[in-house]
C-alpha cells in the first residue's frame, strides 16, 4: 500500500518554471535511489532524472541544463525543478523510490507546456 505521491504538476506557458515534489505515503526504509520518470502520449516511460543515497545526480540529456533534481533526506522528499519547459516535456510524470527491497512508484502528476 506504501507509495510515492507526486504533486506540483499543471499546464504553464513553454519558458515557464514549475517545481515537482514527492513523498512517500507513509516510511519506506532504507532508500537508495529517487528518480523522476516521463510518459508522453505514445511513448514509452523514459528516465528524467535520478540522485542515489550519497547524493550524485544524473539526468537525461533532454533535459540536462535545464532541470534539478534534490531532496530533503530527513523527510524523503524529492524534487524536481524544471525550468526553460518546452512543449515536448509535456507528460505524466513518475517519482520512483528504490530500497534493497524494491521498487515504489507514484501514480503520476499531469505536466503540460503549451501556449
Known amino acids: 500500500q506504501v507509495q510515492p505521491v507526486e504533486s506540483g504538476g499543471g499546464l504553464v506557458q513553454p519558458g515557464e518554471s514549475l517545481r515537482l515534489s514527492c513523498v512517500p505515503s507513509?516510511?519506506?526504509?532504507?532508500?537508495?535511489?529517487m528518480g523522476w520518470y516521463r510518459q508522453a502520449p505514445g511513448r514509452e516511460r523514459e528516465f528524467v532524472a535520478g540522485?542515489?543515497?550519497?547524493?550524485?545526480?544524473s539526468y537525461s540529456d533532454s533535459v540536462k541544463g535545464r532541470f534539478t533534481i534534490s531532496r530533503d533526506k530527513a523527510i524523503s522528499r524529492v524534487y524536481l525543478q524544471m525550468n526553460t519547459l518546452k512543449p515536448e516535456d509535456t507528460a505524466v510524470y513518475y517519482c520512483l523510490m528504490r530500497n534493497p527491497y524494491g521498487d515504489y512508484w507514484g501514480q503520476g502528476t499531469q505536466v503540460t507546456v503549451s501556449s
Open positions: 507513509r516510511t519506506i526504509a532504507g532508500i537508495k535511489f
Open positions: 540522485i542515489v543515497g550519497g547524493g550524485t545526480t
